[in-house]
């Protein structure tokens, strides 16, 4: 009955402080094994979304046929810039429904920056850590492993192993993000320049025997619409791939954009290093597919476990490990 009471404001208050407060007067309730203290990297997070931000700021610039010569994010800042400075006020106007919880700024030079209010980004890092939990509760499942909160934007994960092994860390240590890419065919030569297309990127391997591929920067596909993966072999080849399924949603996407790529080359990104890129050689339609890339069982097992469970909504940073406590029963 106490423990139940411990879940029950817990998960009322979906705060760190209110679980951590509880676990004192309390104790450990099970896990005497070692443990780790993990940090939400919110701040990465902001990061990514300000890049996305900056996008559709120049979608809605054009769409209002106001030109600009740049964009781009950092420092904590969605920015782009104004080939006419004399253009900020309707700039400004345009912009103002795409940003909320932000501050808008003008330069004089024509430099617009958006900024998220610190109010938002102390919701954010809360909201972050709270969504965090459930993830890593899937993916820990198979170890065993137990996630709560520990204290503003930090968790803790106990296990009855003395040791913290390599596949929790591994766990740990993956966003989990899933992209599918379309490829841009570069030459080597100027791939080695660093003359890349523009809006593309660069990205490397996810396993050794694999290649780096010049792909485009903004996704075509991403994973939120794989409702299911699973470890399978190849019935030709017999080599180990991850067999997914796609929601009604993702089937439809899937399809038209299968369909109007066929002959093209797509890669399938985690994490942005690539799993493979295979050539699109008809609509698939039917809503599953393979993706193969030099898995081992263990590591095509442990890849599904994680595909699953869903990507973190922010990267992980190990700030403690703590050895087992040698009083505990």
């Known amino acids: 009955m106490r423990t139940f009471g ?3 404001v817990c998960a009322t208050a979906l705060f ?9 007067v309390v104790g450990p309730q099970e896990y005497n094994g070692a443990s ?3 940090e939400v990297d919110a701040a990465a997070a902001v990061e990514r979304d300000l890049e996305s ?8 610039l054009r769409e209002s046929g106001i030109s600009y010569s740049g964009r781009g994010a950092g420092e904590g800042a969605a920015r782009i810039r104004l080939a006419d400075a004399s253009e ?3 700039a400004l106007e345009t912009l103002a429904s795409l940003t909320s919880n932000m501050t808008l700024t003008a330069q004089p030079d024509g430099l617009i920056e958006a900024r998220y209010t610190e109010e938002y980004l102390s919701q954010q890092a809360e909201a972050l850590t709270v969504a965090t939990i459930p993830i890593l509760e899937r993916r820990l499942a198979p170890v065993r492993a137990a996630v709560a909160a520990h204290g503003a934007g930090r968790l803790i994960i106990r296990t009855n192993d003395p040791n913290i092994g390599g596949s929790v860390r591994w766990i ?4 989990g993000r899933v992209t599918f890419n379309m490829v841009r065919e570069v030459s080597p030569d100027r791939v080695s320049a660093g003359l890349l297309p523009p809006r ?3 990205a490397q391997p996810y396993f050794q025997g694999t290649f780096a591929e010049v792909v485009d920067s903004r996704p075509s ?3 939120e619409n794989i409702a299911n993966v699973s470890p399978s072999t190849d019935v030709h080849t017999g080599e180990f791939v991850l067999s997914f399924e796609l929601d009604d949603e993702g089937k439809r996407i899937f399809c038209r954009i299968t369909r109007d790529h066929v002959g093209e080359r797509f890669a399938v990104l985690l994490d942005g290093k690539v799993l493979t890129a295979p050539r699109i050689n008809e609509a698939i339609c039917g809503g599953t597919g393979q993706i193969s890339g030099n898995f081992t069982a263990e590591s095509a097992n442990e890849l599904a476990i994680m595909m699953r469970a869903g990507a973190l909504p922010a990267p992980l940073r190990i700030i403690e490990e703590r050895a087992p406590d040698a009083s505990a029963p």
């Open 53 to 60: 931000i900056s996008e559709r700021m120049a979608n809605a």
């Open 6 to 8: 411990i879940l029950l």
């Open 200 to 202: 593309s990127q660069l």
């Open 16 to 24: 760190a402080a209110a679980c951590d407060q509880l676990q004192q």
């Open 88 to 90: 900020s006020p309707r």
């Open 36 to 38: 780790l203290i993990v």
């Open 221 to 223: 596909f991403t994973g």
């Open 172 to 175: 740990i240590s993956q966003e």
